[in-house]
Every structure is written in structure tokens, then in C-alpha cells.
């Protein structure tokens, strides 16, 4: 049971190492969306092992303890009033493991033996590797303050330290698991030593259990480890824990034996009733016996809060789209291309239009430039190609045969003037990169910066004319407030730039509300001017689905 333990608590440190270990990001990466860490109550449930034991003092040489594996259940409610610092209390099952082996002998002066005239002997016990094994499981209450904060994607951190308080022995018990006690009797006036003489109690004795009685004690408590989300209300739990005793867990030392065969100084009547009495170890031999623990939990966290199911849906989005965000060496992307498929799609078709623009522009110039004449002798312009008539003062000149050569008076020929050639799409990119030039205040739906009529005016014209182009208004906010305020407060700004262009005669069809609260910051929400700058409505170009 503990070895799966064990490897319960590798599968899941494994993983985490590939997370964290990896230093060369790429700017995609250093750009990651971060889930924000939630205010609220929580409720824990862990489990694990660790090495869990009684640390104490042994009196005497040659004596060794040491701490054993033991198993830690715990449950807790937690309160986050802030979304990085919270406090908690819980309810705790810890069992504490430990052992202890001697090797020494003690003696006992004044025995007498069963003689019509009692001779005086020294009871000698020996205790030959001797072990004793104490077990106890304690119904624990922890207080604890926690600070939690997010390191990249899905994954956070979790700290903890507080106070315990060692309540009650649920299951106690300690016994004799090795080696044995063998007890003689020493005649100082005749060098003797007697044993193996089961009248005078001389002999090997072992298998001793029983309980100890513990007392209410007090440890300080910490923990370090991560979560990972999996949903806005369930996160796993990985911890590694210690408790550290800060009062002993029994009464003072007493001065008693080990074993105490009571055949020291005994009245004739009652010799032969000898028995002999094992204190136990920890009431003996053992000095400042505290709890102490190292190891390692498991669990999850759940979230109790009622969500708007709508908000719920759109953060299991944002999760989604952390763990599917893959880092891209192209540094010519930023987030928004990283986070929507869709965005990157419309980049796409500007720039081919562009490109078929400028394509056509310049085969236009080349079959100008390619129109050939030349100058005569008497100083006329003389064409070669076949050129379409133009106007020379409202009168028109012939076009000669490809194969003659005609002589027409320069003085006489206007030329056209060049038309500016017209591109729709980009003068919609030029009139929404001048909108999108916006900020707002913490709560407000008004951007700060001017209001850009003009440019508000010569858009709703374009639209009125192209009636094909469709605009999303998109509205976003900082990581200030909740999850909730700022969904709202993004679709508020959203309508607001919609109502400036519906009142200016724009169908309101064609404009699609959209609110990406802080899912895509224009920059990291790090200081107040980079949050003000990300509090903005947007303007884009909607693709309709095919």
C-alpha cells in the first residue's frame, strides 16, 4: 500500500517538471494566457505519506530512534478574500510512526531471595537490541493562511503556514518488536551471576504492548506545492507538507524501569507472588517527545460559488485555449494570432488583396511604358503602336494602320491626367487603425482619447456605400474586478462604439457585439498605464462563416 502511494505521488511530480523546466520561450510563450486566481470559499480534500513520527530524547547509550511512514488524510474549507491571500481551517488525520532500539543493562539493588535467611542480590536486566514501536493516529485541526498565484497557463502556485493543534489519539498503541529482555541475579559476595531460573523470575521475556497517554500539543505547520485547473471550479492538488511539534505530546520524564520485576525489598508473604511490569519506552527513557512530519499530498480543490453559467462556459474557454496554446517561433505573430485562428485568417486575405492590387497597378504601368515613338525630322511625335483616339481639343485624331506611320502635332495633344486609384479595403484598414487608437476609463464605456467624428463620419459612409462589409465591435477590459463585471463592462463598450455608427445610418445587422473582457490584452496587465491602454473597444472587419 505504501509503495503505491509512493508511486502515485512520482506520476503526478513528473509531469510538472516538464512544465517547469523548460527556459527558452518564445515570445508566443512569454505571452501565455494567465488564468486569474478567484476570491471565494474552497473546500480540500487531500491524501498522502510522508515520514511521520514521535521525535525524542533518548537517556541512555546506545539507544537509536527513527521515524517511520505514516499516512495523512485532510480536509478544509479555505476563504481567499483577496485573489492571491486567503485563510483556512481544517480537519486532519495524521499517523505518527516511530521506533526505538536499545541495548543496555540496569541494575536493581536489595532483591532477596526465597531462602529461610533471605541473602541480598542485584537484579540485573539486560536488554539485548530490544525494539519498541509506537504508533498513533491524531485527530488534528490546522489554521492556516495560504497565498496562491498564477505561473503560467492552467498552472498555479500554492503556499501555506499556520498553526496546529494535536487534538486526540484516535488509534494508540506500542509494542515490542524486536529483540528481548533477559533478566539475572547478581551475588556480589560470591561473584555470581544466576539466570535461566524461572522461580527467582530469571529469564527471557518479550512481546510487551500497550498504550501511552498523550496529550493535547501544538505543531507549526507549512506547506508548498500546485494547482492545476481543470475546470473554473475543480483544480488538482499536489503539496508538500511538514509538521514541526512546538510542546511535547506527553507528560515529563518519570523515573521509572523499562521493566520492573517488583522484587526489590518485598515482605516474606508476598515473595512469591513476584510479577514483573513493562512502563514502556517513552515513559522511561524518552525526553521531549514531539510530533514531526515530512511528505507529500495529493488531492483537489473545488470552488463553491454559483456562477452565471454563461460565465462559467466562457472561463472553461479561456482554459481550453491555454492548453491548447502551442509556442510558434514566428515572432511576426502576437497573441491575438496565437489565441484566434480566425484573426489570423482575415490578416491573410488583406495582405493577398493588397498584393493583387499592387499586381495590377503595376502591369497597368508597364503597358504604358511600353507604348514606343519617336521624334522625325521636322519635330513630330511619331507613335509605332495603335494607340485608342484621344481628345485634342474636341477633335479627334485617326489611329493609322499598324503598318503606317502617322504624324500627329504634339502641340495639339492633351494627355489625361492620372487617376488616384481607389482601394476599399484599405481605407477601411486606415479608418479603423485610427479608431482603434482608443483608451477608457476603469469603469467607463467613453473612451478618454477623442472621439474621432471625422473619422467616424467617413466610415459610416463607406459602410452605407459597400454594403458587403460587416464590422465586429469588440470590447475590452483590464484583470481589474471579477470575471462577471468585466464581461459586462466589455460588452457595454462593444455598444457603445455600435450605437456611434448606427446613429450615423449603419444597419445595425451589419455590426456584431463581441466582448473578449481581459482574454486579449493589448499589453501585459502588469502597471496602471499598460491596464489602461487595455481598456478599449475595437474595431474589425467580420468574416462571415462559409
Known amino acids: 500500500m505504501k509503495m503505491k502511494f509512493l508511486l502515485m505521488l512520482l506520476a503526478a511530480v513528473l509531469p510538472l517538471q516538464h512544465v517547469l523546466g523548460q527556459d527558452d ?47 495523512d488524510l485532510k480536509a478544509g474549507l479555505r476563504h481567499y478574500f483577496a485573489p492571491h491571500s486567503g485563510i483556512g481551517v481544517g480537519l486532519r488525520f495524521q499517523d505518527y510512526v516511530s521506533s526505538a532500539t536499545m541495548n543496555f543493562m540496569q541494575s536493581q539493588s536489595g532483591a532477596l531471595d526465597f531462602y529461610e535467611q533471605p541473602r541480598s542480590y542485584t537484579y540485573r536486566t539486560y536488554y539485548n537490541v530490544f525494539e519498541e514501536r509506537q504508533s498513533v493516529t491524531m485527530l488534528e485541526i490546522p489554521v492556516e493562511i495560504f497565498f496562491q498565484t498564477n505561473i503560467t497557463g492552467r498552472l498555479k502556485l500554492n503556499l501555506g503556514a499556520g498553526l496546529q493543534a494535536n487534538f ?14 533477559t533478566t539475572k541475579a547478581y ?14 523470575r530469571l529469564y527471557d521475556t518479550t512481546g510487551f504492548t500497550g498504550k501511552y497517554d ?58 512469591a507472588g513476584y510479577k514483573g511490569t513493562y512502563n514502556g ?22 470552488r463553491i460559488a454559483i456562477d452565471n453559467p454563461q460565465v462559467a462556459m466562457e472561463f472553461d474557454e479561456a482554459l481550453h485555449k491555454a492548453r491548447r496554446l502551442k509556442a510558434t517561433e514566428d515572432e511576426d505573430l502576437n497573441l491575438i494570432e496565437a489565441l484566434d485562428a480566425d484573426e489570423v485568417e482575415r490578416r491573410r486575405r488583406r495582405r493577398d488583396t ?26 513630330d511625335t511619331v507613335w509605332v503602336n495603335p494607340v485608342e ?56 464605456v467613453v473612451p478618454k482619447t477623442a472621439r474621432h467624428s471625422k473619422e467616424l463620419d467617413r466610415l459610416a459612409a463607406l459602410l452605407k456605400e459597400y ?28 455598444k457603445a462604439i455600435k450605437a456611434e455608427l448606427t446613429k450615423r445610418g449603419v444597419p445595425q445587422s451589419r455590426i456584431h457585439c463581441i466582448t473578449r473582457w481581459f482574454t486579449e490584452p493589448r499589453y501585459p496587465n502588469t502597471t496602471e498605464e499598460n491596464r489602461m491602454k487595455n481598456r478599449r473597444y475595437e474595431l474589425k472587419e467580420h468574416v462571415k462563416q462559409q
Open 467 to 494: 454594403p458587403e462589409i460587416e464590422l465586429d465591435a469588440i470590447g475590452h477590459t483590464c484583470t481589474t474586478g471579477s470575471i462577471a463585471h468585466n464581461k459586462t463592462l466589455g460588452m457595454e463598450r462593444a
Open 389 to 444: 483616339p484621344v481628345v485634342v481639343d474636341t477633335q479627334k485624331v485617326e489611329v493609322v494602320d499598324t503598318q503606317k506611320v502617322v504624324v500627329v502635332d504634339t502641340a495639339k495633344i492633351k494627355e489625361p491626367e492620372p487617376q488616384p486609384v481607389f482601394n476599399v479595403k484599405d481605407t477601411l484598414q486606415m479608418l479603423l487603425n485610427i479608431l482603434n487608437d482608443n483608451y477608457c476609463d476603469l469603469n467607463s
Open 214 to 271: 498523550y496529550k493535547i500539543s501544538f505543531s507549526a505547520i507549512g506547506e508548498a506545492g500546485f494547482m492545476y485547473a481543470l475546470t473554473s471550479k475543480w483544480e488538482i492538488m499536489l503539496n508538500f507538507q511538514a509538521t514541526y511539534g512546538l510542546s511535547s505530546v506527553m507528560d515529563n520524564y518519570a523515573a521509572h524501569y523499562v521493566y520492573d520485576p517488583e522484587c526489590v525489598s518485598k515482605e516474606d508473604g508476598v515473595r
Open 168 to 181: 486526540f489519539a484516535v488509534q494508540n498503541k506500542y509494542e515490542n518488536t524486536g529483540g528481548k529482555i
Open 281 to 302: 519506552l517513552m515513559t522511561t527513557q524518552a525526553e521531549n517527545a514531539k510530533f514531526l512530519s515530512v511528505g507529500a499530498t495529493i488531492g483537489f480543490r473545488y
Open 354 to 379: 493588397v498584393a493583387l492590387d499592387d499586381k495590377e497597378n503595376q502591369r497597368k504601368k508597364r503597358d504604358i511604358e511600353s507604348d514606343e515613338f519617336f521624334i522625325n525630322d521636322q519635330g
Open 25 to 71: 520561450e518564445t515570445p508566443a510563450k512569454k505571452h501565455r494566457l494567465r488564468l486569474p486566481c478567484l476570491v471565494g470559499n474552497y473546500f480540500t480534500l487531500e491524501g498522502g505519506m510522508g515520514l511521520q513520527g514521535m521525535n525524542y530524547d533518548l537517556l541512555q547509550a546506545g539507544a537509536t530512534g527513527e521515524l517511520k511512514y505514516g499516512i
Open 187 to 200: 551475588y556480589e559476595q560470591w561473584d555470581l551471576e544466576l539466570e535461566d531460573m524461572a522461580r527467582y
